[in-house]
């Protein structure tokens, strides 16, 4: 066993160790319900980022397999529910996974003829063309009121019936765990090496003799599997499947999962499911304008750091790792950290103090503690201002003072 | 008779309207290889800066000050935006003009609200044009025609007839020789993007109060526009021409047939998947035509109607 396989070997190891661990130290039951969805998040964004970091191909409908896998399985869950069969809740993932493998096999033929921006434009019209689908048949898909069933059903094995969350969580986790080391050991086989040539210089591809339509087909077969069992996962986790999982906004979230967290690395993804779902599930109990930050955090991501969170991190870490370069580093990076939290805080205030200006809520003034303000005075307004131009300052500052350019 | 020749007039006018968006689409993307997400962003902006100028200076001001407003706005996105990411390349373009899209839905939620609002057509241009058979044609919809086919003619002139046409044609297929040759090309890209921006923004104020400005207006037009562009040959204008009003005409007509296309699946039991498909009128699949449209051209013709090879 050669010193590379051995990391790995422990890095699998600690994952596991840490997928069982976690709900000891989560206490609450929201906190399980979020780590939960962050687990369907990682094995969707992982699926998405089977087509854009390794096929490099943009598609715009990705949540098409996932949604269509959710409704595939809830139907089957609710004939367990009947007794018309008999199969253990936790194999059901599978089913969305072979439903969203039998979609992309159908729809991947036809949207994989072309590559690139055409391929992108093709994605979005077949989401769109299966959503609209979707509204038309409520026989099966329940219109707009969705698909529901009762996950507590059929012979508990061992006792396990699925009617706490912690159960559920683990049956998540287990199934992460899977789909997360299969994807990642698709990316060593020589077929995933082929997928990245097809992605970095597809004419060449095509001159060794290789079809480049035939791989990204594949590569988007594959996807459809593990998109379809992340969509399973979730009708197990909700118990309703509704429109809103095949939608365009379902498949922008996990485009946007992806960048955030970074599509050159594998572990990026993962970062950004974490991250976009914390946003999702817990900053949006905060403030109704959760989404306006979350597209302002993808935007200042495409405009500044193209590589994501990951790519930031290993910079970071290459960066620290040189002889003396903490000592270097340390003062540009206090200050970056100050620059771009005051930066934070000014486009918060302004934009909280906005939207209660305009939407004229009951909630008109802005407290935080024992602290008040009034967005229609000129206070937080001002406040905000100083916070821009401190961190402007700041960060010009930071860029003449130190290396932070190595950071990025 | 008089189905056909009404349809075939409001589906001229729709879809001289998706022409009105998708020339400013093929143009950009034509000029910088950029698939703007956000070009319906922007129509969806026209309409609701129209909204809002037309409630407090009149429609017809709004008319001329709109188009402006967002062509400048477009101008500024490229400036200070696109022209950053440009050297991250094209993936990165789609992914800022994306995330444009989804930045600009959401300041219109917390500018204008979840609901439509109240974008009505002016009270002079309320009326009828002229009836043909029993039905009425009106006025708006006459304008909608007018507005748009100027806007044709004008782009065409400006861009085969005057100098500045001539040096965006250039850019658009040799920038290296343009810009060798002493031209700006960055700042044609720029008024590029404003203008396909001004043209998207002008496309609203006529297209919003014909139709409903509500926040998802940007996202049901963008689709529609995409299939257009695809169905026409991505960076073709006649093929967007030809394509924008086959599809305007398409919808237009299977929104008023009662046909039941897939009444051959038969009646099958009450409330299951096949009774509610064959039940199913033209009427009803209306929206899902364009789609349909897209997945038949991509199979039968990979390149659109008049698009280039590309592989």
């Known amino acids: 066993m050669t010193p590379s396989h051995r990391d790995l070997l422990l890095g699998w190891l600690g994952f596991a160790l840490a997928l069982a661990l976690l709900p000891l130290a989560l206490q609450s039951d929201f906190a399980l319900s979020v780590a939960s969805k962050i687990g369907i998040a990682i094995v969707f964004a992982l699926s998405y980022n089977m087509l854009l970091g390794q096929g490099g191909m943009l598609s715009f409908g990705h949540a098409v397999y996932s949604g269509l896998g959710g409704y595939f399985t809830i139907h089957v869950l609710a004939a367990v529910n009947d007794g018309r069969v008999d199969l253990p809740v936790s194999l059901l993932p599978l089913v969305g996974g072979l439903a969203g493998m039998g979609f992309a096999?159908?729809?991947?033929?036809?949207?994989?003829?072309?590559?690139?921006?055409?391929?992108?434009?093709?994605?979005?019209?077949?989401?769109?063309?299966?959503?609209?689908?979707?509204?038309?048949?409520?026989?099966?898909?329940?219109?707009?009121?969705?698909?529901?069933?009762?996950?507590v059903t059929g012979s508990a094995w061992l006792g396990i019936d699925f009617a706490s969350q912690t159960q559920m969580y683990y049956l998540i986790a287990a199934w992460a765990l899977v789909c997360v080391?299969?994807?990642?050991?698709?990316?060593?086989?020589?077929?995933?090496?082929?997928?990245?040539?097809?992605?970095?210089?597809?004419?060449?591809?095509?001159?060794?003799?290789?079809?480049?339509?035939?791989?990204?087909?594949?590569?988007?077969?594959?996807?459809?599997?593990?998109?379809?069992?992340?969509?399973?996962?979730?009708?197990?986790?909700?118990?309703?499947?509704?429109?809103?999982?095949?939608?365009?906004?379902?498949?922008?979230?996990?485009?946007?999962?992806?960048?955030?967290?970074?599509?050159?690395?594998?572990?990026?993804?993962i970062i950004g499911a974490i991250v976009v779902t914390l946003l999702q599930t817990v900053v949006s109990t905060y403030t109704h304008a959760w989404l306006f930050y979350f597209g302002l955090l993808f935007l200042v991501m495409v405009l500044f750091a193209p590589g994501g969170f990951a790519s930031l991190l290993a910079g970071g870490s290459a960066t620290l790792r040189a002889p003396g370069a903490l000592q270097r580093t340390l003062p540009s990076l206090l200050l970056g950290l100050v620059a771009l939290a005051s930066l934070l805080a000014a486009s918060v205030l302004a934009v909280e103090s906005a939207y209660r200006l305009w939407s004229g809520s009951a909630k008109a003034t802005l407290a935080w503690g024992t602290l008040q303000l009034d967005p229609a005075s000129a206070s937080p307004w001002l406040v905000a201002a100083v916070l821009t131009a401190l961190g402007a300052a700041l960060l010009v500052a930071c860029g003449r003072i130190g290396p932070a350019k190595e950071l990025a | 008779m008089e189905f056909a020749l009404i349809s075939l007039l409001n589906g001229a006018s729709y879809g001289m309207l998706l022409f009105m968006l998708s020339s400013g689409l093929t143009l950009i993307f034509g000029m910088m290889g950029v698939l703007n997400?956000?070009?319906?962003?922007?129509?969806?902006?026209?309409?609701?800066?129209?909204?809002?100028?037309?409630?407090?200076?009149?429609?017809?001001?709004?008319?001329?000050?709109?188009?402006?407003?967002?062509?400048?706005?477009?101008?500024?996105?490229?400036?200070?935006?696109?022209?950053?990411?440009?050297?991250?390349?094209?993936?990165?373009?789609?992914?800022?003009?994306?995330?444009?899209?989804?930045?600009?839905?959401?300041?219109?939620?917390?500018?204008?609200?979840?609901?439509?609002?109240?974008?009505?057509?002016?009270?002079?241009?309320?009326?009828t044009l002229f009836t043909l058979f029993n039905t009425a044609f009106p006025v708006y919809r006459g304008l909608m025609i007018v507005v748009s086919a100027g806007m044709m003619a004008t782009l065409y002139l400006l861009l085969t007839r005057t100098r500045i046409g001539l040096i965006i044609q250039a850019a658009l297929t040799h920038p290296e020789m343009a810009e060798s040759l002493g031209h700006n090309v960055p700042r044609v890209f720029m008024l590029t993007f404003g203008m396909g921006c001004a043209m998207a923004g002008?496309?609203?104020?006529?297209?919003?109060?014909?139709?409903?400005?509500?926040?998802?207006?940007?996202?049901?037009?963008?689709?529609?526009?995409?299939?257009?562009?695809?169905?026409?040959?991505?960076?073709?204008?006649?093929?967007?021409?030809?394509?924008?009003?086959?599809?305007?005409?398409?919808?237009?007509?299977?929104?008023?047939?009662?046909?039941?296309?897939?009444?051959?699946?038969?009646?099958?039991?009450?409330?299951?998947?096949?009774?509610?498909?064959?039940?199913?009128?033209?009427?009803?699949?209306?929206?899902?035509?364009?789609?349909?449209?897209?997945?038949?051209?991509?199979?039968?013709?990979?390149?659109?109607?008049?698009?280039?090879?590309?592989?």
Not at chain 1, 220 to 246: D, P, Q, R, Y
Request: with cysteine; net charge neutral; aromatic share 10%.
């Open chain 1, 181 to 269: 080391a299969a994807m990642h050991y698709l990316t060593r086989t020589p077929f995933g090496r082929l997928a990245n040539a097809v992605r970095d210089n597809p004419e060449r591809v095509a001159f060794v003799g290789y079809s480049t339509r035939l791989v990204r087909y594949q590569l988007m077969v594959l996807a459809g599997l593990f998109a379809g069992i992340s969509g399973g996962l979730a009708a197990l986790n909700n118990e309703i499947v509704t429109i809103e999982t095949v939608g365009a906004h379902a498949s922008g979230l996990v485009l946007l999962m992806v960048f955030i967290g970074g599509m050159g690395y594998f572990t990026g993804p």
């Open chain 2, 202 to 311: 002008l496309a609203g104020v006529i297209g919003g109060n014909a139709f409903v400005t509500e926040p998802s207006m940007a996202a049901a037009m963008g689709s529609i526009v995409f299939v257009v562009v695809v169905v026409g040959g991505l960076g073709s204008m006649g093929g967007a021409l030809a394509a924008s009003l086959l599809i305007g005409v398409l919808q237009t007509f299977a929104v008023g047939i009662e046909w039941r296309p897939l009444a051959a699946l038969g009646p099958g039991a009450a409330d299951s998947v096949l009774q509610q498909l064959a039940t199913l009128k033209l009427s009803q699949m209306a929206p899902i035509l364009p789609y349909l449209l897209m997945v038949a051209m991509l199979i039968v013709r990979p390149r659109g109607l008049m698009g280039q090879r590309e592989d």
């Open chain 2, 37 to 127: 997400f956000a070009h319906a962003s922007f129509y969806m902006l026209g309409a609701y800066f129209a909204f809002q100028v037309s409630s407090s200076l009149g429609w017809w001001p709004a008319l001329l000050m709109v188009p402006l407003l967002v062509g400048l706005l477009g101008a500024g996105v490229e400036r200070f935006g696109l022209r950053r990411v440009h050297r991250f390349g094209h993936v990165a373009e789609l992914l800022f003009t994306f995330g444009l899209a989804f930045m600009i839905e959401e300041i219109v939620h917390l500018a204008w609200g979840r609901n439509a609002v109240d974008y009505a057509v002016p009270a002079e241009l309320d009326g």
């Open chain 1, 105 to 151: 096999v159908l729809l991947g033929w036809v949207s994989t003829r072309r590559a690139g921006t055409t391929f992108a434009m093709i994605s979005l019209g077949i989401g769109e063309l299966v959503t609209a689908c979707v509204l038309m048949v409520p026989a099966f898909f329940g219109g707009e009121a969705g698909i529901s069933a009762n996950r």
